[in-house]
């Protein structure tokens, strides 16, 4: 008494899974129900233990002696520094003379074009 294949959904199947598929939702609902009564008593971890901090007091001496590195100021000339400075009577300064920011610009165009010719940029 064999039933072979045949055509049409199998509802025997069907009915086995989805009975299987309820008895595994209740188990699992049934586990969360006790899980959640039980974590209220289950008490929290202990704090972790305070670890000297002598590694980090050696770690900040070495910082405070290590040479920080050095920050490259142009110095601008003494005529580009009267020139941007305002005089005793007005409110705004000066503007620098066209000659004199070309000059600069100029200048900072050398310093990029060696960069880019150490592979800096």
Do not use: C
Not at 27 to 46: A, D, G
Not at 62 to 80: G, L, N
């Amino acid at each position: 008494n064999m039933k072979l294949g045949g055509l049409g959904p199998d509802y025997e199947t069907i009915k086995e899974k989805v009975k299987k598929l309820k008895l595994q939702r209740e188990y699992s609902r049934q586990i969360k129900e006790y899980n959640m009564r039980n974590i209220t008593v289950v008490q929290r971890l202990p704090a972790k233990p305070q670890v000297s901090s002598v590694s980090r007091q050696k770690a900040l001496e070495y910082a405070k002696r290590i040479p920080r590195p050095k920050i490259f100021i142009t110095k601008q000339s003494d005529q580009e520094v009267e020139e941007l400075q305002a005089p005793a009577g007005s409110s705004l300064p000066q503007l620098p003379s066209l000659e004199s920011l070309w000059n600069r610009h100029e200048k900072e165009k050398e310093v990029v074009a060696a960069f880019k010719a150490l592979h800096i940029l």
